[in-house]
Protein backbone atom coordinates (compact mmCIF):
# COMPACT_ATOMS: atom_id res chain seq x y z
CA UNK A 1 0.00 0.00 0.00
CA UNK A 2 2.75 2.35 0.56
CA UNK A 3 4.55 1.73 -2.30
CA UNK A 4 1.48 2.29 -4.45
CA UNK A 5 0.62 5.25 -2.42
CA UNK A 6 4.09 6.68 -2.88
CA UNK A 7 4.44 6.16 -6.93
CA UNK A 8 1.02 7.62 -7.35
CA UNK A 9 0.17 10.34 -5.13
CA UNK A 10 -0.02 12.90 -7.51
CA UNK A 11 -3.13 11.01 -9.33
CA UNK A 12 -4.47 10.05 -6.12
CA UNK A 13 -4.17 13.80 -4.26
CA UNK A 14 -6.20 14.91 -7.31
CA UNK A 15 -8.57 12.09 -6.70
CA UNK A 16 -8.91 13.17 -3.74
CA UNK A 17 -9.03 17.02 -3.89
CA UNK A 18 -11.71 16.65 -6.45
CA UNK A 19 -13.85 14.58 -3.85
CA UNK A 20 -13.32 16.80 -1.42
CA UNK A 21 -14.53 19.99 -3.01
CA UNK A 22 -17.30 18.17 -4.21
CA UNK A 23 -18.74 17.82 -0.96
CA UNK A 24 -19.95 21.69 -1.25
CA UNK A 25 -22.46 20.72 -3.87
CA UNK A 26 -24.04 17.48 -1.93
CA UNK A 27 -26.87 17.20 -0.06
CA UNK A 28 -25.28 16.61 3.68
CA UNK A 29 -23.40 20.18 3.46
CA UNK A 30 -26.18 22.00 1.72
CA UNK A 31 -28.99 20.63 4.20
CA UNK A 32 -27.06 21.76 6.66
CA UNK A 33 -28.14 25.39 6.04
CA UNK A 34 -32.00 24.31 5.15
CA UNK A 35 -33.72 25.37 8.27
CA UNK A 36 -31.89 28.48 7.74
CA UNK A 37 -32.95 29.11 4.23
CA UNK A 38 -36.77 27.93 4.77
CA UNK A 39 -36.73 30.20 7.27
CA UNK A 40 -35.50 33.11 5.39
CA UNK A 41 -37.36 32.28 2.15
CA UNK A 42 -40.36 31.31 3.91
CA UNK A 43 -40.92 27.70 2.60
CA UNK A 44 -42.46 24.92 4.10
CA UNK A 45 -40.88 22.15 4.07
CA UNK A 46 -42.61 19.94 0.91
CA UNK A 47 -42.16 23.91 -1.05
CA UNK A 48 -37.72 23.90 -0.20
CA UNK A 49 -37.94 19.90 -1.00
CA UNK A 50 -40.20 20.37 -4.50
CA UNK A 51 -37.29 23.70 -4.93
CA UNK A 52 -34.40 21.58 -4.63
CA UNK A 53 -35.56 18.44 -6.61
CA UNK A 54 -36.50 20.67 -9.62
CA UNK A 55 -33.01 22.34 -9.62
CA UNK A 56 -31.65 18.97 -9.26
CA UNK A 57 -33.88 17.21 -12.06
CA UNK A 58 -32.70 20.83 -14.31
CA UNK A 59 -28.62 19.43 -13.14
CA UNK A 60 -28.84 16.64 -13.66
CA UNK A 61 -30.48 17.08 -17.16
CA UNK A 62 -27.32 19.22 -17.90
CA UNK A 63 -24.87 17.11 -16.91
CA UNK A 64 -26.49 14.35 -19.73
CA UNK A 65 -24.88 16.39 -21.72
CA UNK A 66 -21.81 18.06 -20.30
CA UNK A 67 -20.47 14.72 -19.31
CA UNK A 68 -18.52 13.75 -22.07
CA UNK A 69 -16.40 16.75 -22.07
CA UNK A 70 -13.89 14.42 -19.50
CA UNK A 71 -13.84 12.54 -23.20
CA UNK A 72 -12.78 15.32 -25.61
CA UNK A 73 -11.19 18.22 -23.29
CA UNK A 74 -7.83 18.12 -21.42
CA UNK A 75 -9.03 17.86 -18.14
CA UNK A 76 -7.40 21.24 -16.48
CA UNK A 77 -10.35 22.81 -17.90
CA UNK A 78 -12.72 20.72 -17.07
CA UNK A 79 -11.66 20.84 -13.52
CA UNK A 80 -11.47 24.73 -14.03
CA UNK A 81 -15.36 24.45 -15.23
CA UNK A 82 -16.57 22.63 -12.81
CA UNK A 83 -14.67 24.43 -9.56
CA UNK A 84 -15.68 27.90 -11.00
CA UNK A 85 -19.38 26.94 -11.51
CA UNK A 86 -19.05 25.40 -7.93
CA UNK A 87 -17.47 28.51 -6.71
CA UNK A 88 -20.32 30.76 -8.32
CA UNK A 89 -23.42 28.79 -6.87
CA UNK A 90 -21.66 29.11 -3.21
CA UNK A 91 -20.92 33.17 -4.14
CA UNK A 92 -24.94 33.18 -4.93
CA UNK A 93 -26.29 31.37 -2.29
CA UNK A 94 -24.24 33.54 0.32
CA UNK A 95 -25.99 36.77 -1.88
CA UNK A 96 -29.49 35.71 -2.74
CA UNK A 97 -32.31 38.06 -2.27
CA UNK A 98 -35.00 36.18 -3.61
CA UNK A 99 -36.14 32.62 -4.37
CA UNK A 100 -34.75 33.09 -8.28
CA UNK A 101 -31.48 33.91 -7.00
CA UNK A 102 -31.43 30.56 -4.50
CA UNK A 103 -32.31 28.20 -7.16
CA UNK A 104 -29.86 29.58 -9.36
CA UNK A 105 -27.40 28.92 -6.80
CA UNK A 106 -28.35 25.61 -5.48
CA UNK A 107 -28.40 24.71 -9.48
CA UNK A 108 -24.68 25.06 -9.53
CA UNK A 109 -24.41 24.20 -6.52
CA UNK A 110 -25.57 20.54 -7.44
CA UNK A 111 -24.40 20.77 -11.04
CA UNK A 112 -20.68 21.23 -10.02
CA UNK A 113 -20.60 19.41 -6.99
CA UNK A 114 -22.73 16.66 -7.01
CA UNK A 115 -22.26 16.57 -10.79
CA UNK A 116 -19.01 17.84 -12.54
CA UNK A 117 -16.69 17.43 -10.07
CA UNK A 118 -17.29 13.99 -8.56
CA UNK A 119 -17.91 13.03 -12.70
CA UNK A 120 -14.63 14.38 -13.42
CA UNK A 121 -12.69 12.48 -10.85
CA UNK A 122 -13.97 9.06 -10.87
CA UNK A 123 -13.51 9.41 -14.66
CA UNK A 124 -9.77 10.00 -14.53
CA UNK A 125 -9.38 7.23 -11.92
CA UNK A 126 -11.03 4.63 -14.16
CA UNK A 127 -8.73 6.00 -16.91
CA UNK A 128 -5.69 6.50 -15.17
CA UNK A 129 -6.11 3.21 -13.08
CA UNK A 130 -7.03 -0.50 -14.11
CA UNK A 131 -5.48 -3.56 -11.95
CA UNK A 132 -5.52 -1.73 -9.16
CA UNK A 133 -8.72 0.59 -9.88
CA UNK A 134 -10.42 -0.55 -6.43
CA UNK A 135 -7.33 0.38 -4.68
CA UNK A 136 -6.81 3.49 -6.12
CA UNK A 137 -10.74 4.40 -6.17
CA UNK A 138 -10.92 3.92 -2.46
CA UNK A 139 -7.59 5.66 -1.36
CA UNK A 140 -9.09 8.88 -3.66
CA UNK A 141 -12.77 8.60 -2.23
CA UNK A 142 -11.07 9.41 1.31
CA UNK A 143 -11.87 12.86 -0.06
CA UNK A 144 -14.58 12.42 -0.03
CA UNK A 145 -14.58 10.97 3.29
CA UNK A 146 -12.54 13.79 4.64
CA UNK A 147 -15.46 16.04 3.49
CA UNK A 148 -18.11 14.03 5.57
CA UNK A 149 -15.83 13.94 8.70
CA UNK A 150 -15.48 17.72 9.21
CA UNK A 151 -17.78 19.48 6.62
CA UNK A 152 -20.37 19.25 8.79
CA UNK A 153 -19.09 20.27 12.30
CA UNK A 154 -17.26 23.23 10.13
CA UNK A 155 -20.08 24.54 8.66
CA UNK A 156 -22.37 24.53 11.82
CA UNK A 157 -19.47 26.68 13.68
CA UNK A 158 -18.90 29.01 10.60
CA UNK A 159 -22.67 29.84 10.64
CA UNK A 160 -22.52 30.01 14.18
CA UNK A 161 -19.86 32.74 14.02
CA UNK A 162 -20.50 34.74 10.84
CA UNK A 163 -24.13 33.65 9.95
CA UNK A 164 -24.96 31.12 7.51
CA UNK A 165 -24.25 33.57 4.27
CA UNK A 166 -21.06 34.22 5.73
CA UNK A 167 -20.65 30.33 5.61
CA UNK A 168 -20.96 29.84 2.45
CA UNK A 169 -19.22 33.22 0.99
CA UNK A 170 -15.94 31.58 2.93
CA UNK A 171 -16.73 28.34 0.90
CA UNK A 172 -16.84 29.94 -2.36
CA UNK A 173 -13.18 31.75 -1.62
CA UNK A 174 -11.95 28.18 -0.24
CA UNK A 175 -12.96 26.71 -4.00
CA UNK A 176 -11.21 29.35 -5.83
CA UNK A 177 -7.63 29.06 -3.61
CA UNK A 178 -7.90 25.30 -4.15
CA UNK A 179 -8.43 25.28 -8.04
CA UNK A 180 -4.81 25.90 -9.30
CA UNK A 181 -3.85 23.56 -7.05
CA UNK A 182 -6.16 20.47 -8.96
CA UNK A 183 -5.18 22.41 -12.10
CA UNK A 184 -1.62 21.26 -11.52
CA UNK A 185 -2.43 17.74 -10.28
CA UNK A 186 -4.69 16.83 -12.97
CA UNK A 187 -2.38 18.19 -16.14
CA UNK A 188 -0.22 15.39 -16.21
CA UNK A 189 -2.15 11.62 -17.46
CA UNK A 190 -1.22 8.54 -16.06
CA UNK A 191 -1.36 5.81 -18.62
CA UNK A 192 -1.71 2.14 -16.85
CA UNK A 193 0.80 -0.44 -18.23
CA UNK A 194 -0.04 -3.08 -20.86
CA UNK A 195 0.16 -5.53 -18.34
CA UNK A 196 -2.35 -3.55 -16.02
CA UNK A 197 -5.15 -3.26 -18.42
CA UNK A 198 -8.44 -5.41 -17.40
CA UNK A 199 -11.93 -5.15 -18.76
CA UNK A 200 -13.09 -4.22 -22.06
CA UNK A 201 -10.32 -3.18 -24.28
CA UNK A 202 -12.49 -1.17 -26.19
CA UNK A 203 -15.62 0.12 -24.17
CA UNK A 204 -18.88 0.73 -24.77
CA UNK A 205 -20.51 3.83 -26.32
CA UNK A 206 -23.04 5.65 -24.20
CA UNK A 207 -25.52 4.89 -27.14
CA UNK A 208 -24.87 0.85 -26.10
CA UNK A 209 -24.73 1.04 -22.38
CA UNK A 210 -28.18 2.59 -22.11
CA UNK A 211 -29.32 0.22 -24.71
CA UNK A 212 -28.35 -2.65 -22.16
CA UNK A 213 -31.07 -3.30 -20.03
CA UNK A 214 -28.80 -4.87 -17.30
CA UNK A 215 -27.84 -1.56 -17.29
CA UNK A 216 -30.56 -0.47 -15.32
CA UNK A 217 -30.41 -3.68 -12.78
CA UNK A 218 -27.16 -2.09 -11.76
CA UNK A 219 -28.15 1.09 -11.16
CA UNK A 220 -31.32 -0.45 -8.75
CA UNK A 221 -28.42 -2.21 -6.86
CA UNK A 222 -26.43 1.59 -6.81
CA UNK A 223 -29.09 4.10 -6.31
CA UNK A 224 -29.69 3.50 -2.49
CA UNK A 225 -27.31 4.88 -1.03
CA UNK A 226 -27.43 8.32 -2.77
CA UNK A 227 -31.29 8.21 -3.05
CA UNK A 228 -31.63 7.35 1.19
CA UNK A 229 -28.93 9.17 2.61
CA UNK A 230 -30.52 12.19 0.39
CA UNK A 231 -33.73 12.50 1.73
CA UNK A 232 -32.70 12.03 5.20
CA UNK A 233 -30.18 14.36 5.26
CA UNK A 234 -32.09 16.84 3.13
CA UNK A 235 -34.80 16.90 6.14
CA UNK A 236 -32.31 16.25 9.08
CA UNK A 237 -33.51 19.73 10.20
CA UNK A 238 -36.80 18.28 10.42
CA UNK A 239 -35.92 15.23 12.02
CA UNK A 240 -34.14 17.29 14.85
CA UNK A 241 -36.60 19.50 15.67
CA UNK A 242 -39.66 16.66 15.62
CA UNK A 243 -36.99 14.74 17.87
CA UNK A 244 -36.44 17.60 20.30
CA UNK A 245 -32.61 17.52 19.02
CA UNK A 246 -30.20 19.86 19.06
CA UNK A 247 -28.47 20.95 15.67
CA UNK A 248 -25.15 19.57 16.59
CA UNK A 249 -26.21 15.52 17.56
CA UNK A 250 -26.82 14.59 13.80
CA UNK A 251 -23.38 17.05 12.58
CA UNK A 252 -21.41 15.08 15.72
CA UNK A 253 -22.19 11.86 14.27
CA UNK A 254 -20.28 12.56 11.55
CA UNK A 255 -16.53 11.28 12.62
CA UNK A 256 -17.45 8.33 13.69
CA UNK A 257 -19.44 7.72 10.16
CA UNK A 258 -15.98 8.84 8.31
CA UNK A 259 -14.28 6.82 10.74
CA UNK A 260 -15.98 3.43 9.69
CA UNK A 261 -16.65 5.02 5.88
CA UNK A 262 -12.94 5.37 5.97
CA UNK A 263 -12.38 1.19 7.55
CA UNK A 264 -14.42 -0.38 4.48
CA UNK A 265 -13.35 2.49 1.98
CA UNK A 266 -9.74 0.56 2.17
CA UNK A 267 -11.33 -3.00 2.75
CA UNK A 268 -13.43 -2.55 -0.54
CA UNK A 269 -10.98 -1.78 -2.54
CA UNK A 270 -9.19 -4.65 -1.84
CA UNK A 271 -11.77 -6.84 -2.47
CA UNK A 272 -12.79 -5.01 -5.68
CA UNK A 273 -9.47 -5.98 -6.74
CA UNK A 274 -8.87 -8.91 -6.10
CA UNK A 275 -13.36 -10.77 -6.16
CA UNK A 276 -14.72 -7.69 -8.80
CA UNK A 277 -17.29 -4.68 -8.86
CA UNK A 278 -19.71 -6.74 -9.42
CA UNK A 279 -19.36 -9.31 -6.32
CA UNK A 280 -20.14 -6.68 -3.55
CA UNK A 281 -22.90 -5.85 -5.18
CA UNK A 282 -25.31 -8.46 -3.22
CA UNK A 283 -24.06 -7.87 0.05
CA UNK A 284 -23.42 -4.55 0.77
CA UNK A 285 -26.86 -2.46 1.45
CA UNK A 286 -27.34 -5.10 4.20
CA UNK A 287 -25.66 -2.40 6.56
CA UNK A 288 -27.83 0.47 5.58
CA UNK A 289 -30.92 -1.23 5.44
CA UNK A 290 -30.60 -1.90 9.07
CA UNK A 291 -29.41 1.71 9.74
CA UNK A 292 -32.58 3.23 8.53
CA UNK A 293 -34.46 0.56 10.78
CA UNK A 294 -32.25 2.00 14.09
CA UNK A 295 -33.56 6.00 12.97
CA UNK A 296 -36.74 5.34 11.94
CA UNK A 297 -37.72 3.00 15.37
CA UNK A 298 -35.71 4.62 18.00
CA UNK A 299 -35.97 8.08 18.44
CA UNK A 300 -33.31 8.33 21.39
CA UNK A 301 -29.91 10.38 20.11
CA UNK A 302 -27.92 7.57 19.81
CA UNK A 303 -29.84 5.94 17.26
CA UNK A 304 -28.78 8.82 14.92
CA UNK A 305 -24.87 7.66 15.58
CA UNK A 306 -25.77 4.04 15.19
CA UNK A 307 -27.22 5.14 11.73
CA UNK A 308 -24.31 7.01 10.80
CA UNK A 309 -21.84 4.09 12.01
CA UNK A 310 -23.97 1.32 9.67
CA UNK A 311 -24.71 3.71 6.85
CA UNK A 312 -20.71 4.29 6.86
CA UNK A 313 -19.73 1.17 6.43
CA UNK A 314 -22.00 0.75 3.04
CA UNK A 315 -20.96 4.45 2.40
CA UNK A 316 -17.15 3.07 2.66
CA UNK A 317 -18.31 0.34 -0.24
CA UNK A 318 -20.30 2.00 -2.25
CA UNK A 319 -17.73 4.66 -2.68
CA UNK A 320 -15.36 2.24 -4.16
CA UNK A 321 -17.62 0.62 -6.29
CA UNK A 322 -19.25 3.86 -8.14
CA UNK A 323 -15.69 4.48 -9.63
CA UNK A 324 -14.99 0.76 -10.27
CA UNK A 325 -18.11 -0.64 -11.65
CA UNK A 326 -18.66 1.25 -14.46
CA UNK A 327 -15.23 0.40 -15.92
CA UNK A 328 -15.47 -2.58 -15.20
CA UNK A 329 -18.08 -3.57 -16.94
CA UNK A 330 -18.12 -0.62 -20.23
CA UNK A 331 -14.68 -0.10 -20.57
CA UNK A 332 -12.62 3.02 -20.86
CA UNK A 333 -12.77 3.99 -24.40
CA UNK A 334 -16.48 6.54 -23.60
CA UNK A 335 -16.31 6.18 -19.96
CA UNK A 336 -17.15 10.14 -19.60
CA UNK A 337 -20.21 10.62 -21.78
CA UNK A 338 -21.44 6.85 -20.30
CA UNK A 339 -20.16 8.13 -16.46
CA UNK A 340 -22.00 11.40 -17.23
CA UNK A 341 -25.60 9.81 -18.31
CA UNK A 342 -25.55 7.11 -15.38
CA UNK A 343 -24.71 10.53 -12.64
CA UNK A 344 -27.67 11.80 -14.56
CA UNK A 345 -30.23 9.31 -13.97
CA UNK A 346 -29.37 8.72 -10.19
CA UNK A 347 -29.36 12.70 -9.80
CA UNK A 348 -32.57 11.95 -11.12
CA UNK A 349 -33.89 9.35 -9.12
CA UNK A 350 -32.18 11.42 -5.68
CA UNK A 351 -34.11 14.20 -6.42
CA UNK A 352 -37.22 13.06 -6.17
CA UNK A 353 -36.30 11.56 -2.55
CA UNK A 354 -36.40 15.43 -0.39
CA UNK A 355 -39.72 16.21 -3.17
CA UNK A 356 -41.83 13.30 -2.06
CA UNK A 357 -40.82 12.85 1.49
CA UNK A 358 -41.35 16.93 1.21
CA UNK A 359 -44.68 16.40 0.88
CA UNK A 360 -45.58 13.11 2.81
CA UNK A 361 -43.80 15.43 5.91
CA UNK A 362 -46.55 18.40 4.77
CA UNK A 363 -49.21 15.64 4.65
CA UNK A 364 -48.87 14.57 7.90
CA UNK A 365 -47.03 11.28 7.26
CA UNK A 366 -44.13 10.96 10.76
CA UNK A 367 -40.60 11.27 8.84
CA UNK A 368 -40.06 8.21 11.27
CA UNK A 369 -41.88 6.26 9.83
CA UNK A 370 -40.54 7.32 5.62
CA UNK A 371 -36.83 6.48 7.27
CA UNK A 372 -38.47 2.67 8.10
CA UNK A 373 -39.98 2.50 4.36
CA UNK A 374 -36.67 3.31 2.63
CA UNK A 375 -34.59 0.93 5.21
CA UNK A 376 -36.73 -1.84 4.22
CA UNK A 377 -36.97 -0.77 0.48
CA UNK A 378 -33.04 -1.18 0.93
CA UNK A 379 -33.17 -4.54 2.31
CA UNK A 380 -35.50 -5.40 -0.20
CA UNK A 381 -33.05 -4.75 -3.32
CA UNK A 382 -30.51 -6.57 -1.91
CA UNK A 383 -32.60 -9.30 -1.59
CA UNK A 384 -33.35 -9.34 -5.22
CA UNK A 385 -29.68 -8.57 -6.66
CA UNK A 386 -28.84 -11.89 -4.78
CA UNK A 387 -31.01 -13.89 -6.70
CA UNK A 388 -30.39 -12.05 -10.49
CA UNK A 389 -26.38 -11.71 -9.11
CA UNK A 390 -24.93 -14.82 -11.33
CA UNK A 391 -27.26 -14.16 -14.33
CA UNK A 392 -26.08 -10.64 -14.82
CA UNK A 393 -22.27 -11.68 -13.89
CA UNK A 394 -22.36 -13.87 -16.50
CA UNK A 395 -24.52 -11.52 -19.25
CA UNK A 396 -21.79 -9.03 -18.43
CA UNK A 397 -18.62 -11.60 -18.47
CA UNK A 398 -19.62 -12.35 -21.89
CA UNK A 399 -20.51 -8.93 -23.39
CA UNK A 400 -17.82 -7.49 -25.91
CA UNK A 401 -18.30 -4.29 -27.24
CA UNK A 402 -17.15 -3.09 -30.59
CA UNK A 403 -14.69 0.36 -31.20
CA UNK A 404 -16.31 3.16 -32.02
Sequence with gaps: MLSFLTANLRWLAAGFLLLFCGCFGQTFVVALSGGAIRREFGLSDGAFGALYAGVTLAAALALAGLGGLIDRWPAPRVVSLAAGLLAAGAALLALAPNLPGLAAALFLLRLAGQGLMLQTAYTLLGRWFSAERGRAVSLAATGLNAGQACLPLALVAAAAAIGWRGAWFGIAVLLVVALPLARHLVRRERVPAAAERAGPSEGATRAQALADPYLYGLLAAMLPPSFISNTIFFHQAHLAESRGWSPEVLAAAFPPYAVATFL?????????????????????????????????????????????????????????????????????????????????????????????????????????????????????????????????????????????
Design 264 to 404: CLLAAGRLVDRFSALALLPVYLVPFGLACLVLGGVSAPWSAFAFMLLYGVTDGISLTLFGALWPEVYGTRHLGAIRGAIVAIMVLGTALGPFLSGLLIDAGVPFSGIVVGLGLYCLAVSAAFCLVRRRLAAHLRGRRFAAA
